[in-house]
């Protein structure tokens, strides 16, 4: 199982951008599917996880609004959209899948078996 998270890059406050996952060696369709953030000396942090079929999204409070996680099985690929960045979202980037019911989506770091290499989102002030 390999998950390929990139779109990650430098941006101003108030700007947007769109971070993929890419798995393959899994029957996507099957996964729910996680993104997670780490900004130096803190913590890892749930961002936002969605159902193996897409229906059933979740987000932390800290990005309520701002960003969107979606999936297309079809292209087996998680997107996540991030708009009106703030500089306090800069932070290493990581998707995460597990196997899972239909309408299951996780929220700890824990639940999850697989992870992929981290993206690097940074804004600028």
């Known amino acids: 199982v390999q998950l390929q998270a990139s779109g990650g890059g430098l941006v101003q406050a108030g700007g947007s951008l769109r971070l993929s996952c890419a798995a393959s060696?899994?029957?996507?369709?099957?996964?729910?599917v996680g993104w997670f953030r780490q900004a130096p000396g803190k913590e890892r942090e749930f961002v936002a996880g969605i159902s193996r079929s897409g229906t059933s999204t979740s987000y932390a409070d800290a990005v309520k609004g701002r960003f969107t996680i979606s999936r297309d099985n079809a292209e087996n690929t998680v997107y996540l959209q991030m708009n009106s960045l703030k500089p306090e979202d800069t932070a290493a980037y990581y998707c995460?899948?597990?196997?899972?019911?239909?309408?299951?989506?996780?929220?700890?770091?824990?639940?999850?078996?697989?992870w992929g290499q981290g993206t690097q989102v940074t804004v600028s002030s």
């Open positions: 995460a899948a597990r196997y899972s019911g239909s309408w299951v989506y996780y929220t700890r770091a824990g639940s999850y078996n697989y």
């Open positions: 060696g899994l029957t996507f369709s099957t996964y729910a």
